[in-house]
């Protein structure tokens, strides 16, 4: 649907892009004639999608955590040597664990909000003082979560998404001097790699989840790939500083009294 010479001569870094929907976003970039680079923690793994993704263009890889702001120092020296230059960044790598607020630890706050908040907010520094501000250029899309009601279940992933939104309205502001566009993209609930890491008993609750989207289905990590596809493209030029919900209405909440499903069987 996208011209295929899109992102022709672009350069385009998409962290966890080895599983799920940044697997999705760096195989879609390639199709549309960017040049890719992947990152995540585990090697071998990132290894294997590298080797997957090669066959639809040109693909390099190295391993990072977001968290440590010498691996993504040392992910910069890689792309300046090979590239000198970058056009895109999709911060999707992150996570979190299913977990009540009482029973969340210090440790696993902080290894949630850490993962989210403070490795998309390192990433983004880096790669802009690195390459976009002195290019006075780029593009910056974060996946986040749909949290507009808070997050249930996940408060602190909801506080971290959160923290990501407003700090992609700050920079939209701050960084606009430089030709910088910075959106976010908010998945509700995504059919993914990521989704098999909840316990069975979240599992068995989906199928009646997925009743109450008011578009009836999940989305697919095409959907969320479409929507970072646009936004990075020259077609999103005038967007900045906004979150786009790729969510089926799941954000704007459930018809809770069953109103309209009543009405809809006699009117
Ligand atoms: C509904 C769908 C919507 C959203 C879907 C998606 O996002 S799909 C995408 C889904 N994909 C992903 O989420 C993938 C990425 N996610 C991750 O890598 C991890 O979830 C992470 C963010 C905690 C980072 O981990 P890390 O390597 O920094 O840390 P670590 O492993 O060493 O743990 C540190 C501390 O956190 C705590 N704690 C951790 N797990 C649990 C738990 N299950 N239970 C309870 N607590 C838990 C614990 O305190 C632990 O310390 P301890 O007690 O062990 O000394
Ligand atoms: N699937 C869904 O329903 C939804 C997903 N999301 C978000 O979308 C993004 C992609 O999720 P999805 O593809 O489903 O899940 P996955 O678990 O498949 O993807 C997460 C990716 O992030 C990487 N990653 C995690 N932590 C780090 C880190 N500290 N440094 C570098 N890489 C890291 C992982 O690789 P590695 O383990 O090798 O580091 C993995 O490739 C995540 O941020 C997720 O929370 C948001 C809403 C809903």
Redesign the pocket.
């Known amino acids: 649907m996208f011209k295929s010479d899109t992102f022709k001569g672009k350069v385009a870094m998409v962290t966890g892009g080895r599983s799920g929907i940044g697997f999705q976003i760096a195989k879609d970039f390639l199709l549309l004639g960017a040049k890719v680079i992947i990152c995540s923690r585990k090697e071998d793994k990132l290894k294997i999608a590298a080797e997957e993704l090669a066959a639809y263009g040109e693909l390099s890889y190295q391993a990072c955590d977001i968290r440590k702001t010498e691996d993504i120092q040392s992910l910069v020296s890689m792309i300046k040597e090979k590239y000198d230059r970058l056009d895109i960044l999709v911060n999707n790598a992150?996570?979190?664990?299913p977990?009540l607020a009482e029973y969340i630890?210090d440790?696993?706050w902080n290894?949630?909000i850490s993962?989210n908040l403070n490795g998309t907010f390192s990433m983004i520094r880096e790669m802009a003082n690195a390459f976009f501000i002195p290019q006075k250029q780029g593009v910056i899309v974060n996946i986040t979560?749909e949290v507009y009601r808070g997050f249930p279940g996940m408060a602190h992933t909801g506080a971290a998404r959160a923290g990501v939104e407003n700090l992609t309205k700050t920079l939209a502001q701050e960084w606009s001097d430089f030709n910088i566009r910075i959106n976010c993209v908010s998945p509700g609930?995504i059919e993914?790699s990521?989704?098999d890491?909840?316990p069975q008993q979240i599992q068995d609750m989906f199928e009646e989840a997925e009743k109450a989207i008011p578009l009836k289905r999940f989305g697919k990590v095409e959907d969320v790939s479409n929507a970072v596809t646009f936004l990075a493209s020259p077609m999103a030029e005038y967007i900045t500083g906004i979150s786009l919900f790729v969510d089926g209405a799941q954000h704007l909440g459930f018809d809770k009294m069953g109103l309209a499903n009543v009405l809809k069987s006699f009117m």
């Open positions: 992150g996570g979190q664990f977990a630890s440790k696993g290894a949630v993962n979560a609930i993914s990521g989704l890491q909840y």
